[in-house]
């Protein structure tokens, strides 16, 4: 009888641990995100192993402005919700089980929104211009230089050009091009760690 009993009560602990999982799992999906930095093409913005908030929901009802930092996948699509979830598991499973496949097929960059739909995005002199003016960009570290794709780039419907705000080190559209919409995991809205910066991200 004392057996069933501690079965029961292991099994109960099990279920609830596992629903937790689940739970988590369909928040870090769908609501909000705390990734860990782990790049240094956002100095002095945000700097390697310091962690944020991302917003995974706002952008289901406006679009990307120029300005916002936004997380987004490198070499694949979004999904839907099984997508993510599986997509999540996978990532959990490899902080214990390291696989280098799984890291680049769920690779995460860290960027700024620099053109949205219908710029004219050209780099020139250090510079980044949009539709001809030159862009003030008070987070940028660095001047900016164009890399293998040509300029100018018109930014067509549902896509972004990133950059870094590490500009002579950041890996971005001036490498792999435009960013679709449905590559985009969320915007980064807040710092919270290291405790000292702590804030609002802009």
């Keep these: 009888m004392k057996y069933k009993t501690l079965l029961k009560t292991a099994l109960n602990w099990i279920g ?15 609501v909000f995100a705390s990734p860990t930095v782990d790049q240094s093409s956002m100095e002095n913005t945000l700097y390697s192993k310091q962690r944020m908030i ?53 690779e995460m960059l860290v960027k700024r929104v620099i053109g949205v739909a219908g710029d004219e995005v050209d780099i020139k002199d250090g510079f980044v211009y949009i539709n001809g003016e030159a862009l003030e960009e008070p987070y940028a570290k660095g001047l900016t230089y164009p890399g293998d794709v040509p300029m100018p780039v018109t930014v067509g419907e549902e896509q972004l050009f990133v950059l870094g705000d590490n500009r002579e080190v950041s ?30 991200l802009k």
């Design 54 to 106: 991302v917003d995974k929901l706002s952008y289901n009802f406006t679009e990307p402005d120029r300005g916002d930092i936004v997380i987004f996948l490198r070499n694949g699509e979004k999904g839907n919700i099984a997508d993510e979830m599986l997509r999540n598991m996978e990532l959990f499973t490899n902080r214990f089980v390291k696989n280098e496949e799984i890291e680049i097929k769920h």
């Design 16 to 30: 609830m641990a596992a629903f937790a999982f689940i739970i988590s799992m369909f928040l870090q999906s769908e």
């Design 171 to 200: 890996i971005d559209s001036r490498e792999f091009g435009l960013v679709d919409y449905a590559q985009l995991e969320g915007k980064a809205v807040f710092r919270i760690s290291p405790i000292n910066k702590i804030g609002i």
